[in-house]
């Protein structure tokens, strides 16, 4: 049950990846923020009555010169940049946006892994597409690169005692991908199928035969 929430409004009305006291200067601006905000809580809570555990993307635009897709989970570069994995393990599970995932998984993959897992699908599905971080490219530039905003620090959360959650990504797509429909073609289908493989091997819970 995918849920698609598009804000088509002017970030100089209403910026939705910021607090409301931030992004909003007029009633008008936060009558709009608080109308968006709202679908995807109310998705949010729909999801939970089917499945315990969900997934955010929460997609953007960028025109930044490296022309990858740029991943934020909520770490800083000098996070990832690290060169101790257990710092790297211990920040992806205790301050990323997808702490739920890791928590979930932590008995068959490590931390580091799952935060390279999307940027590998991304890039596995089309090879014209690069992701930051994956495996090809880990370490995300100190300046050019969005980390996460407002959305994705919102809405992901673990409760273990009742065994939910909600991981968020934020994605920022580079505008050679989107100012031409083949481009647009080829990065829909490289995040379809990358959320889908996400899906499918960490969210949905199979029945066992």
Request: hydrophobic share 30%; aromatic share 10%.
């Amino acid at each position: 049950m995918p849920y698609i929430v598009i804000d088509l409004i002017s970030r100089r009305k209403a910026d939705t990846n910021r607090s409301i006291e931030e992004g909003t200067e007029t009633e008008g601006g936060k009558k709009i923020w608080l109308e968006y905000h709202n679908y995807i809580e109310k998705s949010i809570e729909d999801l939970h009555k089917t499945y315990n555990f969900g997934l955010l993307l929460d997609i953007h635009g960028q025109t930044h010169e490296h022309g990858m897709v740029e991943l934020g989970y909520l770490l800083e570069p000098t996070d990832i940049k690290t060169n101790s994995v257990e710092l790297l393990d211990e920040a992806v599970m205790c301050k990323s946006s997808i702490k739920s995932l890791t928590k979930r998984h932590y008995n068959n993959k490590e931390p580091r892994q799952l935060l390279k897992q999307f940027g590998d699908k991304i890039a596995a599905y089309n090879h014209s597409v690069s992701a930051v971080p994956s495996t090809e490219f880990f370490e995300p530039d100190d300046v050019l690169y969005f980390s996460g905003g407002y959305t994705t620090q919102k809405y992901h959360f673990h409760y273990e005692e009742i065994k939910k959650g909600m991981d968020a990504i934020q994605i920022e797509i580079p505008k050679r991908f989107r100012h031409q429909p083949e481009g647009r073609e080829q990065i829909i289908n490289a995040v379809a199928n990358a959320t889908i493989y996400l899906l499918d091997n960490y969210y949905i819970m199979k029945p066992k035969l």
